[in-house]
């Protein structure tokens, strides 16, 4: 956790805990000896007041929300509210994928662990509520909380968007599986430049006429281009992309520090 690429993910998913993580767990063996510590340290006030504000600023309640998009019970309440139109299929190709894995889980059990962690270290900052050094508000307020539900639905907006994408042969060593896995790890970069090659905005065929001073009204020629598929999917996403990269750079300002 102490790494700074770490600390950064903890920070951009509501959980600062390379500051605050473990203070609950350790001072709730012995809390009134840990609680005397503190009093008769100065330098151990500093800290704890670091811990203490890193702790306002965690949610674990936004870390669970980010567990709900990698759930395949998420997708499958798409799917049935979507019942009767093409959307369903959407849905349901990405509930699919996500059945077999335990990403939502793992969120989940971490968040378990974590707020274990923060009851305890609420146990001890309520313990030493009386000290004026100690008092601090709590720091999550609604800017991050609407900074974190906009990223959410871009996330999952983005899935369901490359979902949409037709079906096509894996002669690009991808299939449409992989392209929606690697909407959900946020490759989006990635899947933007593979849906450009599977599917070119103007056909080949065009650009080896481009020269030609001649009109030519052969369908042929116009065939395999996909200026729809571009308009829809592959344009919107990279929207997608760099509004998620402004919203990381927000969190990050609203913490004051990466990482």
């Known amino acids: 956790m102490r790494a700074i690429p770490h600390n950064a993910i903890l920070q951009q998913l509501s959980i600062p805990s390379n500051v ?10 012995e809390l009134d000896r840990f609680i005397d510590h503190v009093r008769a340290s100065p330098r151990m006030r500093e800290l704890m007041h670091l811990a203490f504000k890193a702790r306002t600023l965690t949610s674990v309640t936004i870390l669970r929300a980010y567990a709900g998009i990698y759930s395949s019970s998420y997708w ?8 009767k139109t093409k959307d369903a299929e959407i849905y349901e190709s990405v509930l699919q994928l996500l059945a077999p894995q335990d990403t939502a889980g793992s969120i989940d059990r971490l968040a378990n662990y974590l707020a274990h962690d923060l009851r305890t270290t609420d146990a001890l900052r309520d313990a030493l509520a009386d000290d004026d050094d100690q008092a601090l508000s709590d ?3 609604i800017d991050l909380d609407l900074l974190h539900a906009l990223r959410q639905s871009l996330m999952a907006r983005a899935v369901s968007m490359v979902a949409r994408a037709p079906a096509f042969s894996r002669r690009h060593d991808v299939d449409k599986h992989d392209l ?26 065009e650009n080896l006429m481009s020269g030609l ?22 344009e919107p996403v990279d929207d ?7 919203i990381s750079h927000a969190i990050s300002n609203h913490y004051g520090a990466f990482g």
């Open 76 to 83: 499958s309440a798409l799917a049935g509210a979507a019942r």
């Open 180 to 205: 929606i896995d690697m909407a959900l790890h946020l490759r989006l970069d990635e899947v933007a430049m593979l849906l450009r090659e599977i599917f070119p905005k103007e056909s080949p065929a």
């Open 139 to 141: 720091g999550i307020d």
């Open 20 to 29: 605050s993580g473990g203070i609950g767990v350790a001072s709730g063996r």
């Open 213 to 234: 001073q001649e009109v030519i009204d052969d369908d042929d020629i116009h065939g395999g281009a996909y200026p729809e598929i571009h308009a829809n999917i592959i």
């Open 240 to 246: 997608i992309k760099a509004a998620l990269v402004a």
